[in-house]
């Protein structure tokens, strides 16, 4: 089993910049791709960004695509998402998650992951 908790998450105004941090414990960190997804209330979670194990495939949608960089680091169990140029439109709570699966366009569906972390909330004032 793989535990993930999340930080970074708090308030920034637009425009401004804020780098989320997922740690993993439990397993080994390289068995997984990592994901970062997004919710707010009412609606479902969403994709955000994806990194294979060894970093060499990444994903992004396309709301984030330019502004968002997801990057892992093996040696310290953990995945960033580095969120620049943010914009009222991407508050919401952001969830790490990972996979066990082999990378394939599966990476943009929440049910794919196995694990997911208890989120960190992100708002943007305008």
């Known amino acids: 089993q793989v535990q993930l908790v999340e930080s970074g998450g708090g308030l920034v105004q637009a425009g401004g910049s804020l780098r989320l941090s997922c740690t993993a414990s439990g397993r080994t960190f390289t068995n997984y791709n990592m994901g970062w997804f997004r919710q707010t209330p009412g609606k479902e979670r969403e994709f955000v960004a994806a990194i294979s194990w060894g970093s060499d495939i990444t994903n992004y949608a396309d709301s984030v695509k330019g502004r968002f960089t997801i990057s892992r680091d093996n040696a310290k169990n953990t995945v960033y998402l580095q969120m620049n140029r943010l914009i009222p439109g991407d508050t919401a709570d952001y969830y790490c998650?990972?996979?066990?699966?082999?990378?394939?366009?599966?990476?943009?569906?929440?049910?794919?992951?196995?694990?997911w972390g208890q989120g960190t909330q992100v708002t943007v004032s305008s």
């Open positions: 998650a990972a996979a066990s699966s082999r990378y394939s366009v599966n990476v943009y569906n929440v049910g794919t992951y196995g694990y």
